[in-house]
Each structure stands twice: as structure tokens, then as C-alpha cells.
């Protein structure tokens, strides 16, 4: 059994039902496919797969094709959610694009339509658009900026999911301060803010980041990527201790508005 099924397998012995993956993402949707194929779940699984941005979204052809041949490399019948990869595509939906995702479903290819956001204005765009009802986005302790926009009790009120990721910040948030290179010094204050938090609550970086998901977002749904089939244990740990609100709102005071630099790893490198 290879690391991917052990991977897989573990995480399905958790409860944890859907994957996240794209087009765009190496051999991902192929290795991922021959672990559906291996062990049988191809109509249990719920899979979402991104296009890939560097198609042209205006081609209903190229698209399709795209389509399905992740249907192919993923081995399953039907995608639970097919999603623009880029927040920049939306712009194209009444170009053509929304009727020809729309049509997707409507020829079995996939059950759902999202696209994946970094700005709150356009999860706010994209939660108004009717075809639309998945919208990724990113959100954690530090990036409380889709908090702010209500992007949340949007996706209530409209009745569409939301799924978080970059929970641990790609990273960010786990490193020690010894660990950040010279470049990214100006992430240190905030990492020893962390960790006074999580000396107060008695709980490590992890199990905060975590934990603050879980409450603070409670109607999303939340990615997280591992490595190893004890990581996706100890995430389903942490995923199930005990947080308490005022740790909660502590998190919000004390991370209230954090530099952009930090939340933006387009401004990490040197």
C-alpha cells in the first residue's frame, strides 16, 4: 500500500469524506484517482477538482475536454464540485462561462459550481451569482478579513458552503521564530503573540488554529493538506479538543488587523 492509500485510507477511517485537488496540481488528480480505483470509493467520495487556469474559460470545448478527463484520472462518475481556480475568471461569467458550468451539471459532469477567491469582494461577488454555491476562501486567526465582510453569514443566508484553507496561514503559522528567515523578521511579534495565546489556553499553534476554525466558522467547511497518515490523525486530535470562547474572542482582540504582509505570501519573498 503506498502513502497516498494509507493517506487516504486513514482520513476515510476519520470520517472525512471529500477531497480537494485541481487540474493544475501536478499528477494529483491521477494519483488520487488510482487510490480511488484501488480501494472502491469512487461513488462515496466526494472529490472537487479547479480547472485549470490556463485554459481558455470562454472555450466550451476546451473546458468539457478538460472536464472530463478528470472524470478519467479521478475515476469517478461525477465531480461533487468543479471550481474556477482563479477569483480574476469571474469576470467572464456572463461572457459565457455560467452557462457552460452550468451546463456541466446538467450533463451529470459535476453536482456543484465554486470558485476559489482571495478577496472578500469577490466572495461577496460570487456568492451573488446564481450557479455559484461553493466559494473557497482563505481564513484563519490571523486573516480575519472575510470575518469582517460578513462573507460567512452571507454564505448562510444564501445557502452556499464555504470552504476554508490556509488554516495553518501555507505554513506560516506552525514556524518557529527561529525558523523565519531574515527577509520575514517582521512575522516574528506576531508569531510570540501566538504563542502567548496558546500558553494561556494550554494549547499548541495547531490545536488554536484548528479550534478557532471549528468555532469561529461553524457552518464552513474546513481543507487542510498533509503528508503523512499520522498527520491526518493528529489534525482529527486537535480538530476534536476543547477551545474555549474566550479564547476565541481573545484571538480576535489580539489579531484584530494584521499587516497584510503577513497574511499575503505574495510578500514573502525576498
Not at 76 to 90: A, D, Q, T
Given at each position: 500500500m503506498d502513502l497516498t492509500e494509507k493517506i487516504v485510507r486513514t482520513a476515510w477511517g476519520n470520517g472525512i469524506t471529500e477531497y480537494d485537488t485541481a487540474q493544475?496540481?501536478?499528477?494529483s488528480e491521477k494519483v488520487l484517482g488510482n487510490v480511488v480505483r484501488s480501494i472502491g470509493l469512487g461513488s462515496e467520495l466526494r472529490i472537487i477538482t479547479k480547472l485549470d487556469p490556463n485554459l481558455d474559460h470562454l472555450d466550451k470545448a476546451a473546458l468539457e475536454k478538460a472536464v472530463r478527463e478528470s472524470l478519467t484520472?479521478?475515476?469517478?462518475?461525477?465531480?461533487?464540485?468543479?471550481?474556477?481556480?482563479?477569483?480574476?475568471?469571474?469576470?467572464?461569467w456572463e461572457e459565457g462561462l455560467g452557462d457552460t458550468l452550468r451546463g456541466f451539471i446538467s450533463k451529470g459532469l459535476t453536482k456543484h459550481i465554486g470558485v476559489s477567491v482571495?478577496?472578500?469582494?469577490?466572495?461577496?461577488l460570487a456568492l451573488g451569482i446564481d450557479?455559484?454555491?461553493?466559494?473557497?476562501?482563505p481564513s484563519n486567526i490571523f486573516d480575519r478579513r472575510f470575518e469582517r465582510a460578513c462573507v460567512f453569514e452571507d454564505a448562510k443566508r444564501k445557502r452556499k458552503q464555504i470552504y476554508v484553507r490556509s488554516v495553518f496561514l501555507q505554513g506560516l503559522?506552525?514556524?518557529?521564530?527561529?525558523?523565519?528567515?531574515?527577509?520575514?523578521?517582521?512575522v516574528a511579534p506576531v508569531l510570540k503573540r501566538l504563542d502567548g495565546l496558546c500558553r494561556d489556553a494550554g494549547l499548541t499553534r495547531q490545536g488554536l488554529a484548528l479550534g478557532y476554525a471549528r468555532y469561529a466558522y461553524p457552518y464552513a467547511k474546513i481543507l487542510f493538506g498533509v503528508e503523512t497518515p499520522e498527520q491526518v490523525e493528529?489534525?482529527?486530535?486537535?480538530?476534536?479538543?476543547?477551545v474555549p470562547i474566550a479564547i476565541i474572542d481573545h484571538v480576535r482582540e489580539v489579531f484584530d488587523n494584521v499587516d497584510e504582509r503577513i497574511l499575503n505570501p505574495v510578500f514573502w519573498s525576498k
Open positions: 493544475g496540481y501536478g499528477e484520472q479521478l475515476g469517478v462518475p461525477v465531480l461533487y464540485g468543479l471550481m474556477v481556480h482563479r477569483e480574476e475568471y469571474l469576470d467572464l482571495y478577496s472578500p469582494d469577490k466572495a461577496g450557479g455559484i454555491n461553493i466559494v473557497q476562501i503559522m506552525l514556524m518557529s521564530v527561529k525558523e523565519l528567515p531574515g527577509h520575514m523578521q517582521f493528529e489534525n482529527m486530535v486537535y480538530w476534536n479538543e476543547n
